[in-house]
């Protein structure tokens, strides 16, 4: 009788075991999105009275560094009731909950992501009973293609020699190249080069002699821009200089064929001068 009782109570706490539902919030490591695109953080959890709890849930996603919540919303979790989204007005617009807590799901949208979404992100849930947050957080990666925000002459009156500068952004960060129109690349003067914030800042001395092309360049893509503007070929400048000499030619040929049709008249005016001088003469 005693190895029954034991071998039921065994049973028993096997059967409790299987049946029961510890607290858990499960995060996905990293998530990739692109510059301006949304993206979405997942986030799911489960609690021992998920399937009798009819209180109040709140949400909370939390970007490490920051003391406040960057997203913040509550509702109960009851299937009948109207309000079925939980958003937060006080957080920016391109912050919303993408799952449905009332199913277990506390995923977070970020509409036209940038590069100050970077970071880690940790995913919070808060019940009436207890509260639970994830014990790992998700890393949020923005990428982006090389471009050129900028590129512009700083100079000084005093200075004749000024600098010109090339801001390139992108993910993973650009190498940016220098190219000039009359220079070998290894006569191309040796760039001054910052980074901050996925920006590249370079920098080469300019004097108004040349032409100079700063190009950025990651896995993503590449980008160029030339200061100042490229001077025309020979080609085009002869092609100039023609149009201009017909132009020319045209006018002339306009002018001497006014010229031919007004002759007679001017020939008559200068024979009436004529005659009215000598009338006057013989006063």
């Not at 959890?45 to 109040?56: E, G």
């Not at 277990?104 to 992100?121: A, K, Q, W």
């Not at 030339?226 to 002869?238: A, E, H, I, R, Y």
């Not at 030619?249 to 008249?265: A, C, T």
């Amino acid at each position: 009788m005693q190895e029954f009782l034991l071998g039921l109570l065994s049973f028993l706490c096997t059967l409790k075991c299987l049946t029961s539902v510890d607290w858990d919030v499960v995060l996905q490591p990293e998530v990739r999105g692109s510059m301006g695109q949304n993206v979405i953080l997942p986030c799911v959890f489960k609690h021992p009275q998920q399937n009798t709890y009819a209180s109040k849930i709140t949400v909370k996603w939390i970007q490490k560094h920051v003391a406040k919540p960057i997203f913040h919303c509550s509702l109960l979790n009851q299937t009948d009731r109207q309000d079925l989204t939980c958003s937060d007005p006080r957080s920016p617009k391109r912050f919303w909950l993408h799952g449905n807590p009332r199913r277990g799901d506390l995923s977070l949208g970020i509409n036209d992501s940038v590069f100050t979404d970077i970071s880690r992100y940790i995913c919070r849930v808060e019940l009436d009973y207890e509260s639970y947050q994830s014990r790992t957080s998700t890393l949020l990666n923005i990428t982006a293609p090389a471009e050129i925000l900028n590129l512009t002459l700083d100079s000084q009156a005093q200075v004749q020699v000024g600098m010109l500068k090339c801001i390139a952004r992108g993910n993973p960060i650009p190498s940016v190249k220098w190219m000039s129109l009359s220079k070998s690349q290894e006569n191309v003067p040796i760039s001054k080069t910052e980074n901050r914030d996925y920006t590249v800042i370079s920098s080469i001395p300019f004097s108004g002699q040349d032409v100079f092309t700063c190009q950025a360049v990651n896995s993503l893509g590449q980008a160029e821009r030339t200061f100042p503007t490229k001077p025309l070929n020979d080609s085009g400048l002869l092609v100039w200089i023609s149009a201009l000499g017909c132009l020319l030619f045209l006018g002339m040929l306009v002018i001497v064929g006014v010229v031919r049709q007004e002759m007679p008249r001017v020939n008559l005016l200068c024979r009436w001068g004529k005659s009215m001088w000598i009338s006057l003469m013989t006063l």
